[in-house]
């Protein structure tokens, strides 16, 4: 255990020269400060909750336990599984009180079977229990990947727990169904605050925004004013907004344009999606789930991935790159660069590519490339 | 079918259901349905797939303009407003063009698209024919391109090259 602890300190040094020439990504959360976050933290070893979900979740987190195993990160997991198929919500609150208890969580996608409209979406329900307003993917291109666009680096700051997801549906008339759409102040104006903190805390230039307040002119309309008003404290940000369908056309014809954004819920899986398309990166984008108090890290495009299941085909770099993030969240910035570099020379340098980027290697393979770069790293 | 019935599990999901209805007494067409987030992501990764799409209305605007996008096209794509007893025709991509207002610089093939639709509409088959394939061999044969599509001609350049291709079908 002693052996552990002091490993950080030397290593820090020599990696700070190899991580500035490798670009590797970084998330960092601002919203979060020390006195709010609940540290499970015993020993110097911390406890955070694992929901594998379902699809191919399980099989991504095995390989999560794997690389933590070698990088040496002092983080035990609190596995909570949730049953697809059940009606009721136990499985689903008890997720909740573990990630309550321990801060933070990595997490699989759980399948939201569609044909039962009195069950809610438990990924949904989840994220409006935790309060985790803000969903963070940073959209990187990864230059071991060819694609038509190069050079993309979009960071898309969602809406997480409200918009078109409230999930307000009724049938008033036989054969006409309404569903609510809602925007309030205080979430957007704290999504926005946390874009725009974020970007001058990273560096970024400029801010968009995405609505489409011509025809939604309340809803999208508050949402736009939220953003200027909020814009005014930061007069070094660029910051601009954009109606969703033109922004579509513009991601497909001129991506670079465009820096930080924020998005509504619904606009926000559709864009989110739409880059990780450009940049052939479903497979390796991962997304943060922010509250005040607690962080759930999962791939970016929370695809279960039902037809993968079992094929050693699905690539697990996303859910990686999603630990990554969490051991940043816990300040173990040495271990999260550790996985986050082996992830990035997998991809980039060596080119170990998986099905979905147009290669053969199997998810296994991904894996043991991964661990032999982590091994080599702390030799 | 574009859906977000994973959510919006009562309006998409009538929205799907719907659909799967209607398609059964057209047994010798494939139907499927596809979430709108992913269709996004399959449409810049493999737009081949996708032959007849049907949307809402938001979802709609979204993939059009994703697909003009990717085509090269919001310059050149027409369409077409129809119900029980009217039709409208107008460009593809509804845009107002504000910031190229008297410049000679806009694209007017969208619109003169729509205007074939509309003799398509009118039975005028053979004058719709005409200004079509004008305008096709305008963009496509002889490459008469406005900014829009990365040339350097105006608008009265591309007009007066249809004319030129209307005055040599019609002699």
Not at chain 1, 31 to 60: C, K, Q, W
Not at chain 2, 9 to 25: E, H, N, P
């Amino acid at each position: 255990m002693a052996g552990n602890l002091m490993k950080p300190l030397t290593g820090l040094a020599k990696h700070a020269s190899a991580a500035a020439s490798l670009q590797a990504v970084t998330t960092r959360s601002v919203s979060l400060t020390a006195a709010n976050i609940p540290m499970a933290r015993y020993g110097g070893r911390h406890t955070v909750t694992m929901m594998p979900g379902d699809g191919i979740g399980p099989e991504m987190m095995s390989y999560v336990k794997e690389v933590y195993k070698h990088a040496g990160a002092p983080v035990d997991f609190e596995t909570v599984t949730l049953d697809p198929s059940t009606d009721n919500y136990d499985d689903l609150y008890n997720a909740i009180a573990s990630v309550k208890r321990n801060g933070c969580g990595i997490k699989g996608n759980i399948e939201t079977k569609m044909n039962r409209p009195d069950i809610k979406s438990r990924n949904v329900e989840m994220r409006n229990e935790l309060d985790l307003f803000v969903n963070l993917i940073h959209c990187k291109s990864q230059p071991g990947i060819k694609t038509r666009h190069e050079d993309i680096d979009i960071v898309v700051m969602r809406q997480n727990t409200e918009g078109e997801y409230a999930m307000l549906e009724h049938e008033s008339v036989d054969g006409v169904v309404e569903s609510l759409k809602i925007i309030t102040e205080a979430s957007t104006e704290r999504l926005c605050r946390h874009a725009f903190e974020w970007a001058r805390a990273n560096g970024r230039k400029k801010v968009t925004l995405v609505h489409k307040a011509n025809i939604m002119k309340i809803t999208d309309g508050l949402f736009m004013q939220v953003a200027k008003r909020v814009s005014a404290d930061y007069p070094e940000l660029e910051h601009n907004n954009m109606i969703i369908d033109n922004c579509c056309m513009q991601l497909v014809s001129n991506p670079w344009q465009f820096d930080v954004m924020i998005l509504t819920n619904l606009y926000g899986t559709i864009v989110t999606n739409l880059i990780c398309g450009l940049i052939g990166g479903p497979g390796v984008i991962s997304g943060a789930n922010i509250g005040p108090r607690y962080a759930v890290f999962e791939p970016g495009t929370r695809n279960t991935g039902t037809s993968l299941v079992g094929m050693n085909k699905a690539n697990p770099c996303a859910m990686l790159n999603a630990s990554a993030d969490l051991l940043n969240h816990l300040k173990l910035d040495y271990h999260a660069d550790l996985v986050r570099d082996a992830v990035f020379k997998t991809v980039n340098v060596d080119k170990v590519h998986t099905e979905d980027l147009g290669g053969q290697a199997t998810s296994i393979d991904v894996v043991q490339n991964v661990l032999n770069h982590i091994k080599q790293a702390t030799k | 079918l574009v859906h977000k019935a994973n959510i919006m599990k009562i309006t998409d999901g009538l929205f799907m259901q719907v659909a799967k209805r209607v398609s059964k007494d057209y047994p010798e067409l494939e139907h499927n349905n596809m979430i709108i987030d992913n269709c996004c992501m399959q449409l810049v990764s493999n737009p081949w797939q996708f032959d007849v799409m049907i949307l809402t209305n938001l979802y709609g605007t979204i993939v059009t303009n994703l697909i003009c996008g990717l085509i090269g096209g919001p310059g050149v794509i027409s369409g077409a407003n129809i119900g029980p007893r009217y039709a409208l025709f107008e460009p593809g991509t509804r845009n107002t063009g504000t910031a190229l207002v008297g410049m000679n610089k806009a694209n007017p093939c969208a619109m003169l698209n729509a205007s074939a639709d509309l003799l398509s509409h009118l039975k005028l088959d053979y004058h719709a024919g005409l200004i079509r394939d004008s305008v096709d061999k305008t963009v496509n044969v002889d490459k008469i391109h406005t900014e829009d599509l990365g040339g350097q001609a105006t608008s009265i350049d591309v007009v007066q090259n249809v004319l030129n291709h209307i005055k040599a079908a019609a002699k």
